[in-house]
């Protein structure tokens, strides 16, 4: 007797052992896993935008020898800063490979957050989407293997003032100022502002000097006025020298939510504009000027989620407006400025932002 029940217990052990080692070569073999992400804008509100996932999660055969259901979430980062966050419980799967669409909000207020991490990092962007996905089979909780998303686009939103190219400035035809070189560079940026730092090498050929009393700065990004204020000061540029001149602007950041708003609904599409004005006093007699050599458009696109594809690429354009000549008092002008006069001849430059994908798979 005692002999049989050893045997039984035996018996039982080996069948106990053998069903372990099946279910743990069900969940480590084959175990489900995410095959795809893919993000897409929704709706575009005043306050908040949406975000679209579709998650296509591989649901070995094995495992679906019972009703299952997922728990699914996922995060989307720009940057390290985390711009979505969601979780849907107890999503019905069928078949073999199944898509699982979920929807969030994303805050707009977090746009000067992630806008100013990318001016710091040199103008450039991680996009990292971190999906997870849970099945349940029999209160069993079965997680797929990790898989992470990420995209980097890059922009180079100040290299038109980033030229050599010599210029001329003129007035009642003669020449007032010559521009030497152009540049600009952003300063370090906050939640509340981004500065951007330019200036023009420029010699006065007259035998006066020319008297600035004033340089004011506007930015608008797709028409919304992002920056207004004074960029300089009192300057004067002696008879027959050298000087450089600067105008600093600012982007006041609490005002990109309103751009984010209007660039997705433009297609991810922004025309930034960066206008600098002088005040130029001569003969008792003040004027304000457009400094165009400091003053530029330039067109950008996104491509956040790689709507257009994996090798997708976003693009900027740099166009340089010819003005008329002005009809301004024949000496003075001002702080890096071809406004009152001839510029270099209407001209486009595109350069392309590098993007790209990455997969990470932890099994």
């Known amino acids: 007797m005692a002999l049989r029940w050893k045997a039984g217990v035996a018996v039982l052990v080996v069948l106990v052992s053998l069903v372990g080692i099946a279910a743990y070569g069900l969940l480590v073999v084959d175990r489900p896993s995410v095959e795809s ?3 897409s804008w929704g709706t575009v509100e005043e306050n908040r935008t949406e975000v679209e996932t579709e998650i296509a999660v591989d649901n070995p055969l094995l495992l679906r020898v019972a009703d299952g259901a997922a728990n699914v979430g996922y995060t989307i980062s720009m940057n390290d ?3 979505a966050d969601e979780r849907k419980e107890r999503v019905r799967l069928q078949g073999r490979d199944d898509v699982v669409t979920v929807r969030t909000w994303v805050d707009n207020d977090e746009v000067p957050d992630w806008w100013a991490t990318h001016v710091n990092r040199n103008e450039t962007t991680t996009v990292r989407v971190d999906p997870s996905v ?3 089979y029999g209160g069993v909780d079965v997680p797929a293997d990790r898989w992470t998303r990420e995209r980097t686009f ?5 290299a038109p003032l980033q030229t050599d190219q010599e210029r001329e400035f003129t007035a009642f035809n003669r020449t007032v100022l010559a521009v030497e070189e152009t540049d600009a560079q952003w300063g370090h940026a906050t939640v509340e502002r981004t500065p951007i730092n330019a200036s023009a090498t420029v010699t006065n050929p007259l035998s ?11 930015v608008r990004m797709n028409g919304i006025v992002v920056g207004q204020g004074e960029a300089g000061q009192q300057t004067l540029i002696p ?3 050298t000087r450089t001149l600067r105008a600093n ?3 006041n950041n609490t005002r990109l939510d309103e751009w984010w708003v209007t660039h997705l609904r433009n297609d991810e599409t922004t025309e930034l504009s ?6 130029i006093e001569y003969a008792g007699v003040e004027r304000e000027l457009p400094l165009d050599f400091v003053s530029y458009n330039r067109t950008f696109e996104t491509d956040v989620f790689g709507a257009s594809g994996t090798d997708a690429s976003a693009r900027a354009t740099a166009v340089d407006a010819s003005p008329a000549p002005h009809d301004s008092p024949p000496a003075p002008e001002s702080n890096a400025d071809p406004a009152a006069s001839t510029r270099s001849p209407a001209k486009e430059a595109t350069s392309r932002w590098g993007t790209q994908w990455r997969r990470n798979g932890h099994g």
Do not use: G, K
Request: glycine share 0%; proline share 5%.
């Open 239 to 241: 008879a027959e020298s």
């Open 81 to 83: 800063v985390r711009i």
């Open 274 to 279: 960066v206008d600098f004005e002088a005040t």
């Open 37 to 39: 992400v893919d993000n």
């Open 208 to 218: 006066v000097p020319i008297p600035i009393t004033n340089v004011s700065y506007t």
């Open 154 to 158: 890059r922009t180079d939103l100040l």
């Open 249 to 251: 602007a600012s982007i």
């Open 134 to 136: 849970a099945l349940e």
